[in-house]
């Protein structure tokens, strides 16, 4: 109609009252009744809990939480796959298990609340705190917990809760939970292990059990850890270190970095009382606006900030080492993905339960990754798990009947429907559990 920008009042007024209208002409002549039949939302949630009967992870969990005393309407296994799926539609508490009721149609009534709180609190029957472990720490106030990943498949091995007193560099609860998730290996897969950590990792006591290969000779296993202490000999000895002995960084394409730079600096330090092996390697780069307020004052003369990792792994070049280390993000993935489930959310004022609840959280990040591995292709083998609820989990469908058979037609206009289809497909080509 033309681009005209001085207006009359009069003419402004007509614009605006035409654009009103054209904005509500969608109302017109809609009425809301909830007559709707066999009408099934978050219907892209049965291939996740098919999934979770296919490898025999319904059933397992039912065997182990069997009670002899009495029978419960809801069987325990159901229970908490039921809430791990909840957990993956968006579920952020207990009460949050009332989501399943939208795929009732198909999977059944979904237990209580309050029978998920039993069940919870028949798995959780560590009490480690009159206070119940909520105590300060470096961060505040709250709990401290430890989480192993298996790099190879992104599945979450183990969610330690901890009292929040309990220290980040606990050497006796980083070799229980590290046992803990070498246990869940194939047998075969246990003799080499690389085992990357944060800072807190670095460790005398944690390091030699590495390198002992967890007392087994038959096991070859490697740290590659953040963390070295960067006390006064450390910067002292940097400062001896010649420029000629830098190595350029490598990127993320192979290629040398002109702004990035590594150098081993074992011989500098008495290593005398660490396992034999261990390894100091330093890599420097120019400092990021975020870290200012932390460097050092060599950092501050020199304007690189200074990183250290710490391995026992010999004959390799310094990039390679470095490169190795630094797919140490993908557990920065798992704490993210960890974080957009229930990792930041805890359901009681009970230590064990919400032990249970984090054990609870192995679940649904477990069934995110089998699901991933298994049954999607694309972006949405990769994406994180509010993409995955959005474009596949969440698909409204009906479910119609006909020749004795049940279908449920998702809606053909949702953006993953076909991939939802394609899912459940896979799925159900699985080999039933042995």
Known sequence: MGGTFLLSGRQFYFIAEYTRSKLAEWAEGLSLSAGGRKLVGKAGIVAVRRLADKVGLTDTLSSALVRRDFHPVHDGGGVLVSAACAVLLGARSIAGIAVMRQAALVLGQPASASTLYRTLDQIGP??????????????????????????????????????????????????????????????????????????AGATKEWLAW????????????????????????FWGGLAKVPEAAWTPALDAKGNPRKD?????????????????????????????????????????????????????????????????????????????????????????????????????????MDLLSWLQLLALDGRLARAEPATVRTDLLDVPAKLTDHARRRELKLDPAWPAAHHTVTAWDRIQALPDPG
């Not at 917990?145 to 560099?169: K, M």
């Not at 290969?213 to 953040?226: F, I, P, Q």
């Not at 307020?293 to 950092?299: A, G, I, N, Q, Y």
């Open 210 to 233: 590495i390198a002992s290969g967890g007392g087994n000779r038959a096991h070859t296993w490697k740290y590659s850890t953040t963390g070295w202490s960067r006390d006064e000999d």
């Open 260 to 364: 990035a730079a590594l150098v081993e600096i074992t011989d500098l330090h008495d290593l005398s009382e660490w396992p034999p092996g261990l390894r100091i390697i330093v890599r420097r780069e120019p400092v990021h606006p975020k870290y200012t307020k932390d460097l050092k004052p060599f950092e501050t003369a020199t304007g690189f900030r200074y990183t250290v990792i710490a391995t026992n792994t010999a004959g390799r070049q310094l990039q390679w080492l470095y490169a190795r280390h630094r797919t140490h993000a993908h557990v920065e993935s798992g704490i993210r993905r960890s974080k957009a489930l229930t990792l930041l959310r805890l359901p009681s004022f009970k230590f064990a339960l919400n032990q249970a609840w984090y054990t609870l959280l192995a679940t649904p």
């Open 126 to 199: 560590v009490q480690l705190s009159r206070k119940e472990g909520a105590e300060p720490h470096r961060k505040g106030f709250g709990l401290h917990p430890l989480l192993v990943f298996l790099d190879n498949t992104d599945e979450h091995l183990v969610c330690r809760l901890r009292p929040g007193w309990a220290g980040a560099n606990t050497a006796s609860d980083h070799i229980e939970v590290a046992t803990e998730a070498v246990r869940q290996l194939p047998t075969r897969r246990r003799r080499k292990v690389l085992f990357r950590a944060d800072g």
